[in-house]
């Protein structure tokens, strides 16, 4: 009973010292606590190098043509872009962006009309992004304007927090799923034409489905793509990108996946996997900086590379099989993950 009267109390001071420092923070205009947030993570670089290191590698894994300085300075505006997100971002969406006042925050991007029709039918589809951009506001801002949204989203540790902060969200009518035991729920949703959302771009195990990502192969949830196929309903794939720097952003799309495109596919919930990844990897090479770089995106690793064995016949003709891929390219993902360290440059 002590220990759990101690974890008790420690969760809940998080939370009030959470809540506090909203409070001041709400008192100075967003820009400038986006500055702030900034200085944050400049520190915390300064007191955790590591992970900034990682960030570094993971943008040279991902951008090997670029030089050193473009890793270096991509994997830190990174971690400040995230800081923002967090601590700015998060906290004044219900109060800046409102059913009167969204447009002067947010705006479309040429191209996110070819969304729209699925969006505003009465049939379902899925929404796909990854850890780029502002994946929160994007769903806050579509369920406001009338879209039937429902996020699945993984409960922070933190309980008092995590309430707090879905409670924000679910002010614009974004209904928030949790990832445990959401599958029944999820049939409903679909069933009455809603809309459902996925952050996509997460590690799926050693387990997972294995499709291409910045000339890797990375782990997949099968569940995404299955969802698509075995329902028959669109994908849509964009992100909300941050403008100037500012609480300013502008919803993008950079793929809509449809039924009719995979049912001549030998293998449809590869093809729909795979190209959703493909549209997650188009918003990141479009506003690589908005990343979250330290994510360990490419973790885990096939069977084969594990064991050291040779890219499998099978695999290799569902590749070679993707409209986009090219020869090179299918070279490249045959070639074994090598991670190596990449040095950091002490901070300007």
């Known amino acids: 009973m002590e220990r759990d009267f101690k974890t008790t109390l420690k969760l809940y001071a998080q939370y009030a010292a959470a809540r506090t420092a909203a409070a001041l923070l709400s008192a100075f205009p967003p820009e400038q606590n986006l500055v702030t947030a900034k200085l944050v993570a400049r520190l915390s670089i300064f007191l955790s ?35 923002g997100l967090f601590m700015v971002d998060a906290l004044v969406m219900p109060r800046l962006i409102t059913r009167r ?5 947010v705006t479309l991007a040429p191209g996110f009309e070819r969304a729209l029709p699925y969006l505003q039918s009465e049939k379902p589809c899925l929404f796909v992004t990854g850890h780029v951009g502002n994946w929160e506001i994007l769903g806050y801002v579509l369920a406001l304007v009338g879209v039937k ?14 309430d707090w902060l879905f409670n924000i969200r679910e002010k614009s009518g974004l209904k928030i799923l949790t990832k445990w035991g959401a599958t029944e729920e999820l049939q409903r949703v679909l069933a009455d034409g809603g809309k459902v959302g996925f952050i996509a771009d997460q590690n799926a195990g ?13 782990s997949t949830y099968k569940s995404i793509p299955l969802l ?15 403008v100037g720097g500012q609480f300013r952003y502008e919803l993008c799309t950079t793929d809509v996946i449809l039924p009719s495109e995979w049912e001549g596919q030998e293998d449809p ?26 994510h360990r995106r490419w973790k885990s690793r096939p069977k084969f590379e594990r064991e050291g064995k040779p890219l499998p016949e099978r695999l290799r003709a569902k590749l070679a099989a993707l409209p986009w891929m090219t020869d090179a390219l299918l070279v490249e993902l045959a070639q074994p993950l090598q991670p190596h360290s990449i040095p950091v440059a002490p901070l300007a």
């Open 228 to 242: 698509a196929v075995h329902q028959s309903i669109p994908v849509i794939c964009g992100y909300a990108r941050r």
């Open 269 to 294: 919930v590869f093809y729909v996997a795979a190209r959703f990844n493909r549209a997650i990897e188009n918003m990141v090479r479009e506003s690589p900086e908005q990343n979250l770089w330290v």
């Open 49 to 83: 190098p590591k992970r900034l290191a990682r960030a570094v590698q993971h943008v040279a894994l991902a951008f090997p043509e670029r030089d050193a300085a473009f890793h270096q300075t991509t994997a830190m505006r990174s971690i400040e872009h995230m800081l």
């Open 101 to 105: 006042t969204w447009t002067q925050r």
């Open 149 to 162: 949204m429902t996020a699945l989203a993984r409960p922070l540790d933190n309980p008092y927090i995590s």
């Open 206 to 218: 050693d387990d997972g489905l294995y499709v291409p990502s910045f000339g890797r192969l990375a």
